[in-house]
Nanobody
């Protein structure tokens, strides 16, 4: 099982930027497809972004498209989420997640991921 640890969250004003990082360890990092999700207070966990095994394919929720960019560095076992033009509605706990090895298609539901980090808080003030 892979272990995931997120970092980089914090408090930022609307219009600002943050870069989230997700470090993977445990089983050999066989470059699984990865995703970012978020959960706002009182709401369910929602899909934010997806990246395939080599970074050649990304997919974003409409709410973040054009503002967020997901990337990865397989040599460092890291996945990133660059968040620009942040809005108060982006406030949430952000989670990175890994798909099972061999599952390569775009995945937007929680059930399609089998490993999760503990999350990092992002708060955007107006």
């Amino acid at each position: 099982q892979v272990q995931l640890v997120e970092s980089g969250g914090g408090l930022v004003r609307a219009g600002g930027s943050l870069r989230l990082s997700c470090a993977a360890s445990g089983r050999t990092f066989s470059s699984p497809a990865m995703g970012w999700f978020r959960q706002a207070p009182g709401k369910g966990r929602e899909f934010v972004s997806f990246i395939n095994w080599n970074g050649g394919r990304t997919y974003y929720a409409d709410s973040v498209k054009g503002r967020f960019t997901m990337s990865r560095d397989n040599a460092k076992n890291m996945v990133y989420l660059q968040m620009n033009s942040l809005k108060p509605e982006d406030t949430a706990v952000y989670y990175c997640a890994a798909r099972p090895v061999g599952h390569i298609s775009v995945a937007v539901t929680i059930a399609e991921y089998d490993a999760w980090g503990q999350g990092t808080q992002v708060t955007v003030s107006s």
